[in-house]
């Protein structure tokens, strides 16, 4: 009995282990149940959002269900009317050569489909890309467009709103290049007015309506800035053309651009001045100095050749001149002019090219003296000798009358030295040192008077 006692113990203590082991690990699983009936945080929270996707899905499902994307919204009834605003980030560049300019915009389209008004507790539906594949959307071109696109990076950069009522916004980031046909009569003092004309390329009058939003129409960006022009006014305005289809409806916004003239001032202006003031210097070289005065008169003129044929480098070859060409013409007749004033001047010099002239008194000296030398002593001793023997036939005789004529010849140098008297100032390079630059004067302020009026530059 005594000996039974060891065993029933080990034999309670094997099962109370047991038992313990068991609620041990029954625990977690009893704790877990409570916890899901204390806190019911997952089931409720997720079943909202999946229940919101799945009424937005429907409830595009049941909007695009016998929806036909090919019929433009109250067909058979009043055209559709889409209203259209852009939002205008930058601009450039603008090429006189080509007549072009391009734009970098937001183009935003919105119009009203019926088909597609709902109701919910969101008045407005962020829409995919994709859903303009399913939808009817204005078919909007640009009449005056070369060369345009749409910007696809990282993705296709466009979005769809669709409202309560049915209206649909469309937006995307469109970088166009129009047509600007320029008028450069008065370049580079202009101002250029750059049309975009767009409308519905199929539709007409009848089905669909371009309007521009009466809220904002065109909007440009507060941080734009031109490098060669000044963006001074965008009027818009609605347009119908008549073309053989029927009448179509248009939208038209014009840009009114003011070169800058800084450049052109710097380039061709300044040193055309400088080249025509330049030209002036020969009127105070002397007029004997030909070489000087014809050299400095052909440089001026190739030098302005040149200046004239590379101000016209990025211009069209337009068949009228322009501002600028009169300038430069201007600029190149005063130095052809002055080539011709020292051609005048030359002619009627008195003497030629010589750096200096005598007097006459002196002049007839030096040809007498000048052919005295030009005889040699041998010829005056024949002379002498020829004329003497019928005196006296002694040598003493003659060689006394050499020595005698040449020094009558030494003292009448002695007696009437020569002194160079240089030419005096020609009366027209005087009268030209004042009438040049009053002409020239004179004809700038009506230049620059008459083409900044006529770009409204000044009142």
Same mark, same amino acid.
């Given at each position: 009995?005594?000996?039974?006692?060891?065993?029933?113990?080990?034999?309670?203590?094997?099962?109370?282990?047991?038992?313990?082991?068991?609620?041990?690990?029954?625990?977690?699983?009893?704790?877990?149940?409570? !916890?899901?009936?204390?806190?019911?945080?997952?089931?409720?929270?997720?079943?909202?959002?999946?229940?919101?996707?799945?009424?937005?899905?429907?409830?595009?499902?049941?909007?695009?269900?016998?929806?036909?994307?090919?019929?433009?919204?109250?067909?058979?009834?009043?055209?559709?009317?889409?209203?259209?605003?852009?939002?205008?980030?930058?601009?450039?560049?603008?090429?006189?050569?080509?007549?072009?300019?391009?734009?970098?915009?937001?183009?935003? *389209?919105?119009?009203?489909? %019926?088909?597609?008004?709902?109701?919910?507790?969101?008045?407005?539906?962020?829409?995919?890309?994709?859903? &303009?594949?399913?939808?009817?959307?204005?078919?909007?071109?640009?009449?005056?467009?070369? *060369?345009?696109?749409?910007?696809?990076?990282?993705?296709?950069?466009?979005?769809?709103?669709?409202?309560?009522?049915?209206?649909?916004?469309?937006?995307?980031?469109?970088?166009?290049?129009?047509?600007?046909?320029?008028?450069?009569?008065?370049?580079?003092?202009?101002? *250029?007015?750059?049309?975009?004309?767009?409308?519905?390329?199929?539709?007409?009058?009848?089905?669909?309506?371009?309007?521009?939003?009466?809220?904002?129409?065109?909007?440009?960006?507060?941080?734009?800035?031109?490098?060669?022009?000044?963006?001074?006014?965008?009027?818009?305005?609605?347009?119908?053309?008549?073309?053989?289809?029927?009448?179509?409806?248009?939208? !038209?916004?014009?840009?009114?651009?003011? %070169?800058?003239?800084?450049?052109?001032?710097?380039?061709?202006?300044?040193?055309?001045?400088?080249? #025509?003031?330049?030209?002036?210097?020969?009127?105070?070289?002397?007029?004997?100095?030909?070489?000087?005065?014809?050299?400095?008169?052909?440089?001026?003129?190739?030098?302005?050749?040149?200046?004239? &044929?590379?101000?016209?480098?990025?211009?069209?070859? #337009?068949?009228?001149?322009?501002?600028?060409?009169?300038?430069?013409?201007?600029?190149?007749?005063?130095?052809?002019?002055?080539?011709?004033?020292?051609?005048?001047?030359?002619?009627?010099?008195?003497?030629?090219?010589?750096?200096?002239?005598?007097?006459?008194? !002196?002049? +007839?000296?030096?040809?007498?003296?000048?052919?005295?030398?030009? +005889?040699?002593?041998? #010829?005056?001793? %024949?002379?002498?000798?020829?004329?003497?023997?019928? #005196?006296?036939?002694?040598?003493?005789?003659? %060689? !006394?009358?050499?020595?005698?004529?040449?020094?009558?010849?030494?003292?009448?140098?002695?007696?009437?030295?020569?002194?160079?008297?240089?030419?005096?100032?020609?009366?027209?390079?005087?009268?030209?040192?004042?009438?040049?630059? &009053?002409?020239?004067?004179?004809?700038?302020?009506?230049?620059?008077?008459?083409?900044? +009026?006529?770009?409204?530059?000044?009142?």
């Amino acid at each position: 009995m005594a000996a039974g006692w060891p065993m029933a113990a080990r034999v309670w203590s094997h099962l109370l282990f047991g038992y313990y082991v068991v609620i041990a690990l029954l625990s977690p699983l009893f704790a877990g149940q409570d !916890l899901s009936h204390r806190i019911p945080a997952g089931p409720t929270v997720e079943a909202p959002q999946s229940n919101n996707h799945k009424n937005i899905s429907d409830l595009l499902d049941d909007l695009l269900r016998g929806y036909d994307n090919s019929v433009r919204p109250n067909f058979g009834g009043p055209p559709a009317v889409v209203e259209v605003d852009i939002m205008v980030r930058s601009m450039g560049p603008i090429s006189e050569v080509d007549m072009t300019y391009s734009m970098d915009c937001y183009f935003r *389209q919105s119009w009203v489909d %019926r088909r597609l008004a709902f109701q919910g507790n969101k008045e407005t539906l962020a829409l995919s890309i994709k859903m &303009l594949q399913r939808i009817w959307k204005p078919d909007t071109y640009f009449y005056n467009g070369k *060369q345009s696109y749409l910007h696809t990076i990282t993705t296709p950069n466009k979005f769809v709103r669709l409202y309560q009522d049915g209206r649909v916004l469309y937006s995307s980031r469109l970088t166009i290049k129009a047509g600007c046909p320029m008028h450069l009569e008065d370049f580079p003092m202009d101002i *250029q007015k750059c049309p975009l004309k767009f409308g519905s390329f199929g539709y007409t009058t009848r089905d669909v309506l371009y309007r521009w939003n009466p809220s904002r129409q065109v909007a440009i960006a507060d941080d734009m800035k031109l490098s060669q022009f000044d963006l001074i006014a965008n009027p818009a305005a609605n347009h119908t053309d008549i073309l053989k289809t029927g009448e179509h409806s248009m939208l !038209l916004v014009s840009f009114h651009l003011q %070169r800058h003239m800084g450049n052109f001032l710097i380039q061709v202006y300044g040193p055309c001045v400088l080249l #025509v003031v330049l030209s002036w210097v020969s009127f105070w070289l002397n007029r004997e100095a030909t070489a000087d005065r014809v050299s400095l008169g052909i440089t001026t003129v190739l030098t302005m050749t040149f200046l004239g &044929l590379e101000a016209r480098t990025d211009l069209p070859k #337009v068949p009228y001149p322009t501002a600028l060409d009169f300038f430069v013409f201007l600029s190149f007749a005063f130095i052809f002019a002055t080539i011709i004033q020292f051609a005048v001047v030359h002619y009627f010099t008195k003497y030629g090219s010589g750096e200096c002239y005598f007097s006459a008194e !002196l002049m +007839s000296d030096s040809e007498s003296d000048e052919e005295d030398a030009a +005889s040699s002593p041998a #010829v005056h001793l %024949r002379t002498s000798v020829r004329v003497q023997p019928a #005196v006296s036939s002694a040598p003493g005789h003659a %060689r !006394l009358s050499l020595q005698g004529s040449r020094s009558s010849r030494n003292s009448r140098r002695r007696h009437k030295p020569r002194t160079p008297r240089f030419n005096s100032v020609s009366q027209i390079d005087r009268a030209s040192r004042v009438v040049f630059p &009053l002409l020239f004067l004179t004809i700038n302020i009506a230049y620059w008077c008459a083409y900044l +009026s006529r770009s409204q530059r000044i009142a």
